[in-house]
């Protein structure tokens, strides 16, 4: 080998080496930019799919190279698992989450129909209403699980429902509502929900199914071209409502009812369109309705209307491929929307939930259904609620609180009055407890229609709530003025302790005072025209409490609510507006006049028989809810409700006014309260008409004056008045401290003195039974006695010395005879007893048979001596000499006197003689 070709192969050598040595450096870089491409287009691959969206990207066609080239495995599993951890949460309870919260209990607002359709519903409100219905079945579809959960949407007095459809996803929409309404419907009991339905397209047609609600007036399907018609409606029902229920305080009827069950039922109004918006008057007004519909109990259901609402609403929308979106749960969430119900049993169904409603309404009207357990549940702070009587099977309430104060219910006799007054009486009682409603209850009927209510001879049960009943108070008007005067004082005691708590009302004052008791009150008086029957003292001063109660009672929780026959006569009451339009709350029974606005409202005459006009609008037209009223007075009805109300509470019997009755001494509360030990001892007279029935007293303090006389021709009236004044006294000292001079000076007393004789020596007292040969001795005896005390001869001090003349005047002519000696008359006598005896503890208590009999033994024009009278059969104009003026206005009536106190009145007062018999105890 030349060297040139050894040189040459070392050249070659060394080019192979550096080939070798280049091409391994190439072959390095290469690989490096190979695999940088590879992590590149995996990275790039990683941010599409997330990018993307996983679920999006899975089936993206332009992906699906790359979602299958093994190369990107790894990358899409950490994507896969990411996700997945993702909705771990979601995947493990969610779903299962929303199925609990959708389902409610037994309620058709979740379960499927094989458990509901066709049974009409029971629930009335109390318990609740459901706040989702169910729509159909929801998905994620970007969940790595397809869990299907239930969906459902917010509807009743929550928010309206608007559906939007395609073309071809119409039908879905009618299956839709009709699945909504059919839930609806047959949740609550019949009649609670009334449907409406408007089509833009059909005149009949949408919601076949539903039909058979309509002859139970349950369904109104309303003509295409007067969508106006049933919007005006829908406006009208959301105004009446808001005027007649929406009071005290209440904004939506959901928190009424939160009180108790729904009393007024929800109009659904289902609106169909088509797509187009509506006319710019209809649109405005279906916006009005929706924003103020849902408090009022109003629910629209749109469907195929564009439409934006300033109110709840929950939009559905359903797309072309028959799944839905609502806004409920967003858009991630597919819908598909339930199945139509079974075709022919949706019209069965209907017609059940109708004829249970007809049934209902047949049935619903006894006087039972007006005071169904159970019983005093309903808290009174804002109002008293009672139903009354029905409207096509429905309640129909009788409300009394701020806002509707005092009712006036008119009617001609034998119109059913009374009845309604039980009937009112006995559902507000049913509803109430005592401590949350009290009773006055003021009867001027002759008769006794109000005595059921007061623990009688053959039924001893009494109503818990009453604490006043008043019967056979014709000829007592006072008895009228004395309760409306207990209600003034009762306002003003309530008002003060409002303003001890800075509040102004009685719901307020309840919520300040937890622990105090302030039921509210209402007061009936039937036929209270009696009351300014006659232009006298009476009628001024019951006009007057009237205006004070009727105008300040609203607010302290004291309600009135007078019944007449004959409203129209009752001038006073009529001339009087401030009274007048208190009484908002106005009742008519058949034929009443002038109890609703006149003219205008006449629905009075057209009343059918056993049926009231209830108007809580001061009578005018718009607030006519006419009512059937359930017999509630013949056995069998309130009685038996007050029976079983008795059996519950029986602790306080009311106090009871009879005008029929004496009041028997021995029972009178201020008699048995009376017991020795006070030096000015009190007598009791008789009883004064009050409320609380308190006794007519006298205190016989040692001071001039200190005499009683009566005054009148009955001896039975003055005899009542003479044995309950010393009966009185004698329970006041210890036996044998005083002495009592019984004067019988007519026969017919005899029985009387001696009735009273037997009493006080029973009780241990010197008593003296004198007849006419004793009474000169009596008197010379005691005025000596009494001018040795004046004289201050008297060896030993002044001792109770009691006088008990009977018939004075039939000893006149016997006492006018002048000793013969001294030249001093019994009439002398007697004239020093009655003026210095009482100072010296020496009472007169003396029965004269005329006011010229009285004066003829009393000084020539001066009467002061007798401090105290009781007249009875006597004129006003004849007693003017020995009391005030107002005595000029009292014409005398049996049983019944007239009694004034020098010392203590400033008018007088009507007393009842007691019963002084003890054996008829
Ligand atoms: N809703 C009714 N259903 C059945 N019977 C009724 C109804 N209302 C009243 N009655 C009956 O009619 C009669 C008269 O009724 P009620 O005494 O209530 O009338 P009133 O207007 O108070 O009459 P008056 O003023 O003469 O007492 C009673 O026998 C009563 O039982």
Not at 346 to 366: D, L, Q, S
Not at 887 to 910: C, I, K, N, T, Y
């Amino acid at each position: 080998m030349s060297r040139r070709d050894d040189r040459r192969k070392k050249v070659e050598e060394a080019f192979a080496e550096f080939r070798v040595a280049v091409s391994a450096a190439l072959g390095a870089v290469s690989r490096e930019h190979r695999l940088l491409a590879e992590e590149r287009a995996q990275d790039m691959f990683e941010l599409i799919v997330r990018g993307e969206g996983v679920d999006k990207a899975l089936n993206d066609p332009v992906l699906q190279p790359a979602l299958q080239n093994p190369r990107f495995r790894e990358r899409l599993l950490g994507v896969l698992r990411d996700r997945e951890h993702a909705f771990r949460e979601w995947t493990d309870n969610g779903p299962s989450r929303l199925a609990r919260l959708v389902e409610v209990a037994n309620s058709p607002a979740s379960l499927p129909h094989e458990d509901w359709l066709g049974k009409p519903g029971h629930h009335d409100g109390s318990e609740g209403v459901p706040e989702l219905w169910r729509v159909g079945t929801g998905v994620v579809p970007s969940a790595p699980e397809q869990q299907p959960f239930p969906v459902a949407v917010p509807l009743l007095d929550h928010s309206h429902l608007h559906v939007m459809s395609t073309v071809d996803t119409r039908s879905t929409a009618d299956t839709l509502v009709e699945n909504l309404l059919l839930r609806v419907l047959s949740h609550f009991q019949p009649g609670l929900v009334h449907v409406h339905v408007w089509d833009v397209n059909q005149l009949t047609g949408s919601l076949p199914g539903l039909y058979p609600l309509t002859r139970a007036g349950l369904l109104t399907v309303h003509d295409p071209s007067r969508l106006q018609e049933m919007l005006d409606e829908l406006s009208d029902h959301i105004r009446r409502v808001h005027t007649k229920v929406l009071v005290d305080g209440h904004l939506t009827l959901h928190s009424v009812s939160n009180e108790g069950r729904r009393t007024e039922p929800w109009h659904v109004a289902v609106l169909f369109g088509n797509r187009q918006p509506l006319r710019e008057e209809h649109q405005q007004q279906l916006q009005r309705v929706a924003r103020n519909g849902l408090a009022s109990g109003v629910q629209l259901f749109i469907v195929d209307i564009p439409i934006t609402v300033n109110s709840p609403v929950e939009t559905i929308r359903l797309h072309d491929n028959g799944t839905a979106a609502c806004t409920m749960t967003g858009k991630h969430v597919t819908v598909t929307i339930d199945p139509a119900l079974p075709r022919a049993k949706v019209p069965r169904a209907c017609a059940a939930i109708a004829e249970k409603r007809e049934e209902r309404r047949n049935r619903m009207g006894a006087f039972a259904d007006l005071t169904r357990e159970p019983h005093w549940t309903e808290n009174a702070a804002t109002c008293v609620l009672a139903p009354v009587g029905f409207d096509d099977g429905e309640p129909v309430c009788v409300r009394l609180g701020d806002t509707s104060p005092h009712a006036l219910i008119g009617g001609p006799s034998g119109s059913g009055k009374t009845n309604f007054l039980y009937a009112m009486l006995g559902s507000l009682a049913a509803r109430y407890s005592p401590d949350e409603l009290e009773l006055y209850l003021l009867d001027f009927k002759e008769g006794v229609s109000f005595a059921q209510f007061a623990p009688g001879l053959k039924d001893k049960s009494w109503l818990p709530h009453a604490r006043l009943v008043g019967v056979n108070v014709n000829t007592d008007r006072e008895f009228g003025v004395a309760l409306l005067k207990f209600l003034a004082d009762e306002m003003r005691r309530r008002a003060d302790a409002a303003k001890r708590h800075e509040v102004t009302k009685l719901e307020q004052l309840r919520e300040e005072d937890p622990e105090g008791r302030w039921p509210r009150i209402v007061a009936v008086i039937d036929e209270f025209q009696y009351l300014f029957g006659e232009r006298d003292q009476v009628t001024a001063q019951a006009t007057q409490l009237l205006e004070d109660v009727a105008r300040r009672g609203r607010s302290q929780g004291i309600h009135l609510v007078l019944s007449s026959q004959d409203v129209a006569g009752i001038e006073g009451f009529w001339g009087k507006s401030a009274i007048f339009e208190q009484f908002t709350v106005r009742i008519a029974l058949p034929k009443a006049r002038r109890v609703l606005a006149e003219p205008g409202n006449d629905a009075a005459v057209e009343l059918p028989r056993w049926h009231a006009v209830i108007n809580h609008d001061s009578g005018v037209k718009p607030g006519n809810e006419i009512a059937r009223i359930p017999d509630s007075t013949t056995k069998g009805t309130f009685d038996l409700l007050q029976n079983v109300l008795w059996n519950r509470d029986h602790s306080k019997p009311p106090s009871l006014f009879d005008g029929s009755r004496t009041p028997l001494l021995d029972e009178l509360p201020d008699f048995l309260d009376l017991g020795p030990g006070d030096p000015n001892p009190t007598i009791l007279l008789g009883q004064v008409i009050d409320v609380a029935g308190s006794a007519a007293k006298v205190r016989l303090a040692r001071t001039p004056g200190r005499n009683i006389a009566v005054i009148g021709s009955v001896v039975e009236d003055a005899a009542a008045v003479l044995g309950g004044a010393a009966a009185s006294l004698g329970r006041q000292h210890e036996p044998g401290e005083a002495t009592f001079s019984l004067c019988c000076l007519v026969d017919e007393a005899l029985p009387n003195a001696r009735h009273l004789e037997k009493r006080l020596v029973a009780a241990g007292h010197t008593v003296n039974l004198i007849r006419v040969d004793g009474v000169r001795e009596l008197l010379d005896d005691t005025a000596r006695q009494i001018n040795s005390f004046i004289t201050g001869t008297a060896e030993t001090p002044p001792k109770p010395h009691y006088l008990v003349l009977y018939a004075v005047d039939a000893a006149h002519t016997l006492l006018e005879q002048k000793d013969p000696t001294t030249r001093a008359s019994g009439v002398d006598s007697l004239r020093t007893v009655l003026k210095h005896g009482p100072e010296n503890r020496t009472h007169v208590l003396g029965w004269w048979r005329g006011v010229q009999r009285l004066k003829s033994s009393l000084s020539p024009g001066v009467y002061d001596d007798i401090g105290a009278w009781v007249a009875f059969d006597v004129q006003g104009k004849e007693l003017l000499s020995l009391g005030p003026e107002q005595v000029m206005a009292w014409s005398p009536r049996p049983q019944r006197g007239l009694f004034f106190d020098r010392f203590e009145h400033s008018r007088p007062q009507v007393v009842i003689p007691f019963d002084t018999r003890e054996e008829v105890l």
